[in-house]
Each structure stands twice: as C-alpha cells, then as structure tokens.
C-alpha cells in the first residue's frame, strides 16, 4: 500500500538531508535493508497511533531545530563511580577525552571503525533487535538509526566485566543532529552495567541494542537533563535468554521534547526484565515513556515503574504494553505510571495496556494521576517544615518506588541527590 503523500515527504526530505555512512558489506547491506523497510512505513506522523500523544514533527523535519549550549562538564556525571568513561561530542566519538579501551571481560570498538571490516560478530546483531522490534508496532525512528547511524560503540561481554562503562555525550553545537548506534552481546554468565549521561546534540536519535545470553545480567542507568532545548528519540532493544536479568533506570530532569523507547522480548525461561524511569518537569517539557514488553516463556517476571513530576504546563505521556504469548505460563507482569501534577496547566496522558493469551499468569496494571498530598503536606507543616520543603520531601518520596529499581546503592543516593537539587532550585 502506498504511503500518504505527507509522510512520504517528510521521509524523503529527511533522507537527503543525510548522507549514508561508508563501511564494508556487511554493514552496507544492513543498512540498506533497513532502508528499505524504512521508505515502506514512513516516518511518524501525527496521527499515527503511538505517536497521537507526542507530535513527532520536529524529530523527523529536514534540519535539527536550533538548541542553546548549556554550560557544564557531563564528563562529572556518575564522578563517585570507578567507571571506564567513553566521550562522544555531538555524535563523534572523542578518544583524546575517553579513557583507553581495554577493560577485563570485555572487547569495546567504535562503531565507525569495526564497520570497515569484512567480518565481525556485530554482522548477526547490528539491526537485528531492531527489525524484530518492528512487530506488532513500527518504530520508524531506530530504523532511521539503523540506516544512518554515524557513530556508536560495539560491546561484547565475555564475563564479569569490573567496572560500568560510561558513556558520555556531549553538546557542543546549537545545530547538531547525532544518530549513535550501540550494539551491546552478552556471553552466557556475563554481567555489565552502563551509564549514560548528557544532552549528545540539539537533536539526539539513539539505538541500543542488547542481546543478553542465558544466565547474564545487564543493568542500565542513564541521566537526561542539562541543555533544555535539546530534542531527543532513543530506543533500547532487548533479548533476554533463560535466566537472565535486564534492569534499565532513567531520571530525566529538562528537555522540550524526550521520547524513550524500551522493547523487550524475554525468549528464555526464568528471565527478569525491569525498565523503570522518573522525571521532573517544568514549563515547555514534553516527556514520553513507550515500552513494549513480550513474554515468550515460563516464569518470567517485568517490572515497568514509572513517575513523572510535571509543573507549569509541562505534559508526560506514557504508553507501555504487556503482551503474554500463548505458552508463557506463570508469568508475573506488573505496570504502574503514575504522574504527580503541580498546578492545573500541566498534564498526564497514559495508554496501559495487557494483552494475555496464556491461562496461568499474574498481570497487573494501573496509571493514576494527581495532585500533591495534602494530608501529607499538612502533616509536615504543622511539624514547622516550611511548605516549598514540605512539597519537595513528598515529592521525593513519590518517585521512590521508581529510583528503588536501581540496584547499586552509590547510584540511587546519586540519584536521589539529583533530584533534590533539581527541585530545590525551582523552589518558589
């Protein structure tokens, strides 16, 4: 069927304004494959049904809308960590900023650098996550990615790996648009944890993709906030084996427009997916959680935990769905988005959803959406807490069960930390 005219355009407009990226032919092939798939349904539109929510306009226009810089060193993000830090600026990777490569456990190639070899195990990965995501709902925005990425890092884990690896994205132009590409392999018993951090460009479109062996575990804790202006898609694509463990965290704090995309398949028996986020917004902030999670074998548990702070018109949107295949038995699914609204411009909007063809399972899910707690705040202002305190505390308290998904106790007080200062400088 051919596409409306409108996307039509929109999706050739963008495509000359990128040039494809040179490589060897097995990367050539994947991206032309991708593509393909991409000219077939378009760039989003709004009246598409995942995206009614998010106008998707200044994403897929031909140029990045300009950002301003804001003044600040993201390299220090995670500092109280002893982690291995990989520095990109504005979709390049900066190797005179990056620490040395070599870490115990693990190989790390740029993306840039392994595509211009004739055979690499990253062939049978790169893309593949990604395509298998397009099912049942397009995510036209990481094939884009798939087709153009510039940049990324290649990481395959063979065992315990020692530290986190950072990565760290820098904004130094107020016109940059970046497309990084990560492809993340985790061998059997392998454990990695990565941190990301950074505003990346004025426009941002990543891909991650993580295909975790039977028995690995993968944890993933990343911070969006600094450059306001900025605006930003990004999709992570998992594959979880029997018994492995996927935890991703994401504080978002700032941003005109973020929307983050988490597609999980758990394939493998006794396999644990958590993806988790809280945010904090103020004024023109547009924030979009989507998640697809897919049970596709017994006893398997997810976890979607999800908060959103929003003031002065600042609008949250959620969409998460919980699909049990036919055979998945003895499931445990659990959703919950809640948003905590600050004043009456601001808004929630939510799409929960279950779809369940399996008769031995435990799937739940709720959204809920309200003002502060006043027996709370009055509990505490009859205790003589002034009430900007009084509200930050409660509000703190409200994105708890969110934080409390990150595992590492140094991250989660860093965390905690982070929010506390974002809400004290908005104190009225």
Known sequence: MALPEAKQTATEARLASLEMP???????????????????????????????YTRPDTLVQANAPKAALFAGDDSERFGGVDRLKLVFVDGVFDPDESDDLNLEGVKIERLAEASQTDIHWAKDLYGALEMRGQTPVARPMATLNTAMATDGVLIHATGHVS???HLVYHHNSETSDAILHHTIKLDAGADLT???SGPAAARFNKVMEVDIADTAAFHHVRKQGRD??????????????????????????????????CVIELTGD????????????????????TVFVTHDAERCESRQVFKKVLRNGA????????????????????????SLLLDGDSQFLAKPELEIYADDVVCSHGSTSGAIDEDGLFYLRARGIPQNIATDLLT?????EAVEEVEDEVLREDIVSRLADWLERRRG
């Open 315 to 338: 609008t949250g949107v959620f969409q998460g769905k919980i699909l049990v295949k036919e055979g998945a038995q003895k499931t445990d699914g659990y959703q919950i988005s809640q």
């Open 396 to 400: 703190l308290a409200f994105l708890a």
């Open 22 to 52: 040179g490589g060897a032919g097995w990367i050539n092939a994947l991206r032309e494959d991708a593509l393909t798939r991409l000219r077939a349904v378009g760039l989003p539109h709004a009246r598409d049904e995942y995206w009614k």
């Open 163 to 165: 530290k986190p690896i």
């Open 228 to 261: 306001h202006e900025r605006q930003a898609v990004t999709h992570i694509f998992a594959r979880l084996g029997a018994e492995s463990t996927f935890k991703s965290f994401t504080l978002t704090a700032n941003g005109v427009m973020t929307r983050n995309e």
């Open 270 to 289: 006794d396999a644990v997916a958590h993806v988790a986020g809280a945010c904090v917004g103020d004024g023109d902030f547009h924030h979009d959680d």
């Open 194 to 196: 990565i941190l990301e």
